[in-house]
């Protein structure tokens, strides 16, 4: 059986086409790397600075000067470009990156995301998470569906401050895949051996199910 | 955007998706990068009614001035159109609509679109006749004018060496507007001289990276204007 | 303006240049394109009451880093401060006052300058808590958010291959920050790899022409950081 | 003798220092290319995009992406760069271009410069003279000092629509050598055998004449 984090990564991967540009934000969205299928012609952006980047084989020397956004030393895929910062955000407020994966702190049913700052607690900065959250047509939230106790992140409406709002498309956890629409979150998949009381416990947010249309992960 | 694996196209197709009335970017400062294949093809397939957003108006004969003289072209966004008899009579006559800004300002008002803002701030020409166009603001105490950005529909675009994935390079004084346009248009068209395939271009030498580019063509160097005129602009 | 035949010094001199007080503007994302040996040299040449502009603080002990820890540094203005756990407590503690900025916004506010506009439109964060200490302004019935140019005293960048006249090309994701603040400050200082003579570049190649920079110094890549140190950023 | 114009480059080039960078405006101030002295490290920019352009041999074969602003083919000096026109204008604007020289229809004791546009006749468009003016820091004006009519272009005050107000540092016709001070216009440089009554009597603008300060050329 595949860990929470696996079923997260299996499940991600299949929104990512052959030919997009898709971005991986720091932490699990970056593990995406190893998930993608091969020969599918997709290049990874990062923002700061390189589009078309890959992972390092385990034995492979590093390059000081190539790294992505979240500091891995990367290497460069055939096609790949890098540029300055600007360029690069050029890249994500023009929409030319297809999809980008964020990880987040909560998110709600209107598709407003927090990712960035707990008031008081934590707050070392936005970076580039929200032009990429406002600006990416498709945005895919890959999170636990509950923080460490057990309360729930996916929500009716985000406490946090906001990223950007009405910015997701898709939240994927470890229990559902559920898309953000004009009516509210629409659950697509459930994991496999999970009830919908059991889901419905688990979440704030009011979800929509349609349990002949549902699918497994 | 066209998928990475699907943008090498044939000149037919790419110059096809272009409608009457469309608004057009194209590069070049004279005749270097200036798309010429590209312009000559629209010229063939008669789209009409058109803006074009150029530094200048080429020369009567070739390039732009082919569409023009053609009467395909209503709206000229230009900087300096001395070298075309034809566009300054057609302007003066009223039949061509020509808004003209500082080359410098166009420039930035392109870029501004393609990096997704909706414009800038300037003291150029704050205190000459272009002030009296626009809306100025105080910032820090300084009198600012705002300069909206210039998107457009289409851009067509000229580059030396290509790869199908859209990266673009450019070679000498051709650049000029190339890779601004090449950011700020919702569809971009690119000619190449040649076209290799992914990986064949270093990573750091890319001017414009795939991202930006939705059809590129390979064009023959003989073709164009560049390969045949005597006259540099 | 340094004459083009005169940017070629040591990095003592260049450095002594940097009064205390002094902004500067200092390039890299983490570690790639940060200019270490210039850092290295004006913690030890003693300058204080800075103010710096970098995308992140680098990590405690390397970069500006040690600037901040040494407590030369006042101000600072940035994106992103979360792998540097010293600024985080300099800054909660009200020693280090620390301005934060979106990512791409901090660098099109240096570009701004670079470009020698004073600001620049956006859309970026309308509805968010930064909204909130913006200016506002309606562009054809569109909300824009007024954001001004960010400027430096100087500005300390890393390159890979130099030319004596000052032109700079970078490597891989060690570009970031460099070539925009490379335009941005007053006096630009950049180390360099490799230097070499005028014309060993190849024109289309360079990313920030000689005309940007004012002082070019050599550095061995066995005294950066680049080359000793085992993690990234 | 010189003819006028070599007489006007000559005492222009004396502007030029070594490891300078210099923008040379269409018409005469192009041709100041043939009057540089060799190995001085200077950089010629040109606003389309290119600083370190130089005239090419007259046996060369074109390369024919490489012009001037004023359409000329030309060929790279050592040390040259190629870049797009938003960063070819962020150097204008920057003040990184040392010294300017350009035409005028009419040029003032204020430091006005008018070379764009004579309403009803003549408005191409202003292409980045308005920039260069405004922005670089030593503007030289090289014309003629009298139109062809004989009136002259050395004015009090500039009547066409300007280029740029008080952007204008030195004049330089075939009769004098002439610097924008906070006083008024100072001649520095009268032509060889002018007598300074026939130098007052062919401008309009007041001069400032020290006569026994001033130089020939």
Redesign the interface.
Known sequence: MPSDQERILARAAREI?????INLGIGLPQRLFHYMPEDQ???V?SENG???CQPLPDDATPDYEMIDSGGAYIG????????DS??S??????????VTFMGAFEVDQQGNLANWKIPGKFSPGIGGAMELAQ?VDKLVVLCSHNDKRGNPKILQQCRLPLTAPNCVSLIITEKAAMEVTDQGLKVIDIAEGLAVDELRAATEADLMIDESQVGRF | ??????KHTSIEEAIARIPDGASIMVGG?????TPFALLDELLAQGQKGLTLIK?DANEADIGIGRLIKAGRVDRLI??????NRVA?EEMNAGRLAVE?Y???????KI??A????????????L????ASHRRE?E??G?T?A?E?AIHADFALVHA?VA?T?G?L????????????MA?AADTVIAQAFRLD???S?K?????T????VNHVVQVDPATSE??I?E???
């Open positions: 086409l052959p030919g997009q540009i012609q997709v290049l952006h390189i589009l078309g460069a895929s055939p096609g790949a470009s890098v540029f600007a360029l955000f050029a890249m994500i407020r023009r929409s030319r990156v297809d600006k | 955007m066209t998928s990475l694996n699907k400062f004279g005749s270097p990068g530094n230009a900087s300096h159109i001395g070298l300054i003209m500082p080359q410098g300002l166009l420039a930035e870029r501004c393609g990096v997704g803002h909706p414009g800038f701030l300037t003291d150029i020409g205190d000459t006749e272009i603001i910032l820090d300084r600012c705002i909206p030396d790869d994935y990266n390079t450019y070679r000498g004084t051709a650049i000029n507007f190339n890779p601004l950011m395939a992914p990986g271009l990573p750091e030498y890319i001017h990276p795939s991202a930006f560049q390969g005129r006259h540099a602009v």
